[in-house]
């Protein structure tokens, strides 16, 4: 194992103190800073620029998805492993989207988490045996369903018309999609006019027409 700078991420005291008990069992590992909220977070890892990143997500300020992408913006080079307690397909996909290279669950053993430190800090993308079998039955289910309609919308612009689809309002949007109200309301705008629908209803018609909004929870 090559030597290993860590950022601990998490507004836990307790559990923060049990990962770096845990970590320091490790003579390879320097755990060089500890954060309780996304803030913090990033003010400390453009000051230690970590190898790897443990990164919770719900913290208080700054959630860790918003605390991910703003970090790997300014520093690709460092690889967040996301060590969390949530497990629904919003936050493990909106970790991948902010570039996250792992996703673990707080019930990981110490072996498990060692294992994907190291995969992270080389580059390598991993997840928790559940979440990888989610994935591959979410991308599965995804690619036998997609329909080959409206082409003309990005991929971000297609998720949101799902949601919409899904009669999701525009907070709700956000929130699942870890963007700001004003980022929602231009996407919805360019679907809008994309789709050559006046309102929020008849892009809903037109989406559930096309086979969108099936919500899996």
Known sequence: MERMRVLIADDHPFYREGVRTMLSTVPEIDVVAEASSGEEVLALAAEHRPDVILMDIKMPVLNGIEATRRILQADPSIGVLVLTMYDDDDSVFAAMRAGARGYLLKDATLADVLRAMTAV?????IFSPTIAGRLVGY?????????????????????????IAQRRSNAEIASTLFLSPKTVRNHVSNIFSKLQVADRAEAMLAARAAGLGHDPR
């Open 121 to 125: 800090q080389q580059g390598e993308a």
């Open 139 to 163: 991308f599965g289910r995804s690619q036998a369903a997609l329909p080959p309609a409206f082409p003309e919308l990005t991929e971000r612009e297609y998720e949101i018309l799902t949601l």
